[in-house]
């Protein structure tokens, strides 16, 4: 195939950039390894930040630099499908090709406007899910368990000079770490099998933790093996052990943040972290190491496929109280939700469409402890209409007929958000009634504490507002009044100056547009009188200023709280 050399200068263009945007993410990743060591909290959320900026940076660069390039002919589909085609063989040989795929592919959707895919100029890989390769020796390192375990343990952190571990501290909780290996091993007698221990080469970082992640391979049995460090101001030390998958899994949540790790076979890398948690979509576990944008690319193929035939099933409205804001509706027989911005808002809602799109971008940038859940923006989705009943089609164009219409035998959607799919609290709370219920009732304090010394202040505290994951972890997903802790007034309720005060429709007292009254928040929380005495008795505090107060004198004063990704239990 002859590609003409203008071809050639727009592929050629578009690789030198995404070149200098994988250049600009290592350096970025690499700066994690010395702040962890010199404890520059602050600055690992600003790394943070602009680490997750730069993909769109780039892209926007490369917008500019691609419509200068190609000028009039800039729409022209044969020049981009031959530009395709030189770039396919720029990138057949690298590492990161499916990285560049989805980089190129951003470039052309952002020229066209493309309305669900055009597979003439984009990379498309939506009929059928490549099967990760088997890890290699390049990803991991090998340690035969052939002995005792204690000397590989300390091989292991011996081999991880970056992390300066104090050796006194190790050896403190070695007993422990001993104690729990031999146990897993010994639960299916796995001790009389080979056994070996596969260590990721790079550490991973994320906030003020650093972790090892491994595995443990006994017969055909994969065990992780995840290892949490601190590093408090007497030294680097072990803080917790994990060995199931679903411990790992809350470690690499879609409600934190991502980590901070060296790559060089992202593929192989891919397939190590889903062999230790076997239930977490490959989707979300490219944006927990970094790569947000090929996770929501994946999760788009994924769509793709799973809508590509008529099926029995069909989309519906998800359960629970209507949403003042939003429409969602279920991804039938998949575990994401769609949420569309209504048209018109209820009373008393005060915001507008750019508001809401506002609060989404805020907390995509935010840096998330694990109580928001991860929400990935989309433009131009196109589904096939059998997907949808003639009712919801209906209800759709009423409430969000700015953003949905018919094309053929295609919906489109212009502007959407795909989110895992929770149940509401209050939802949840009427289905479990024992023990189940008393521990969301107890993390639904908890999380609001989360949120609070991460800077976040979710406005409405409904129940309806918060989700329980399939973990038992609460979290919030409700982002319209979403706002930073720090720009609240928080005030206890004046003393009535008399009984008409009392009974008056409106309050005695002045209330500004940033002042919030914790003592009203038991009224609004919706719990039953059982679950409020539970609540009380644990989270009281959050009905008065002083716990509020508190927190934003944290924050103002450069204070940041650890909020570890993992149960007490785990820890050492």
């Known amino acids: 195939m002859i590609i003409e050399p203008l071809a050639q200068d727009c592929s050629g263009c578009i690789h030198e950039r995404f ?15 010395e702040r962890f060591m010199n404890r520059q909290w602050k600055l690992v959320q600003a790394d943070t930040t602009e680490r997750l900026n730069l993909y769109a940076t780039v892209v926007d660069q490369t917008e500019i630099d691609i419509r200068s390039l190609l000028d009039d002919r800039i729409a022209e589909d044969r020049l981009w499908a031959a530009a395709k085609a030189d770039y396919a063989a720029r990138i057949a040989a690298g590492d990161d090709r499916e990285l560049a795929e989805t980089f190129f592919n951003s470039v052309t959707r952002r020229i066209f406007g493309t309305v669900g895919v055009n597979r003439q100029i984009e990379f498309i890989h939506d009929d059928h899910q490549p099967a990760l390769p088997c890890p290699t020796e390049s990803v991991f390192k090998t340690y035969p368990l052939t ?23 190790l050896e403190r909780v070695m007993p422990r770490i001993v104690e729990n290996v031999e146990k897993r091993l010994g639960e299916t007698n796995d001790r009389a099998r080979p056994v070996r221990i596969e260590m990721i080469r790079h550490i991973f970082y994320r906030g003020q933790g650093a972790y090892l992640i491994g595995r443990i391979l006994a017969g055909k049995r994969i065990i992780p093996l995840v290892m949490a460090l601190l590093h408090p101001p007497e030294g680097v030390a072990v803080d917790a052990l994990l060995m199931d998958a679903d411990g790992v899994s809350i470690v690499f949540s879609y409600t934190r943040s991502a980590f901070h790790v060296q790559v060089k076979k992202l593929r192989e890398l891919v397939g190590f972290l889903k062999s230790i948690m076997p239930a977490k979509p490959e989707a979300e576990i490219y944006s927990a190491i970094g790569f947000f944008k090929h996770g929501k690319t994946v999760l788009y193929r994924d769509v793709c496929r799973h809508t590509a035939e008529c099926t029995d099933d069909r989309f519906r409205l998800s359960p629970g109280k209507r949403g003042m804001v939003m429409v969602v509706f279920d991804m039938a027989g998949h575990e994401m939700v769609v949420k569309l911005i209504r048209d018109r808002f209820d009373n008393p809602k005060k915001t507008t469409r750019n508001k809401v799109i506002e609060q989404y971008d805020f907390v995509f940038n935010h840096y998330r402890v694990g109580r928001l859940i991860e929400a990935h923006a989309f433009e131009h989705l196109s589904f096939d209409r059998c997907w949808f009943s003639d009712d919801l089609i209906d209800h759709l164009i009423a409430e969000a007929g700015q953003t949905v219409h018919l094309a053929g035998d295609r919906v489109i959607i212009d502007h959407a958000y795909l989110e895992r799919r929770v149940t509401p609290l209050d939802i949840y709370l009427k289905e479990n009634t024992d023990k189940k219920a008393d521990a969301a009732v107890v993390d639904f304090g908890n999380a609001i504490k989360d949120l609070a010394f991460a800077n976040i202040f979710p406005g409405d505290m409904l129940l309806k507002n918060f989700g329980v994951t399939r973990h038992g972890r609460v979290v919030f997903y409700d982002y319209d009044e979403i706002v930073p802790l720090t720009s609240c007034r928080f005030r206890k309720i004046p003393q009535a100056r008399s009984y008409m005060d009392e009974m008056a429709d409106e309050p005695w007292y002045t209330v500004g547009e940033d002042d919030v009254f914790p003592e009203e928040f038991s009224r609004f929380l919706g719990l039953s009188p059982e679950h409020r005495e539970l609540f009380l008795s644990q989270h009281a505090d959050l009905l008065a200023p002083d716990f509020w107060v508190t927190a934003q004198d944290e924050i103002r004063t450069g204070h940041i709280r650890h909020i570890r990704p993992y149960h007490p239990r785990y820890r050492l």
Do not use: E, K, M
Not at 19 to 33: C, E, S
Not at 147 to 169: E, K, N, T
């Open 19 to 33: 070149q200098d945007y994988g250049d600009r993410f290592h350096r970025i990743t690499l700066r994690a390894a």
């Open 147 to 169: 002995g005792a375990i204690a000397p590989v343990i300390r091989q292991i952190y011996s081999d991880c000079r970056a992390l300066r571990i104090d050796h006194a501290a």
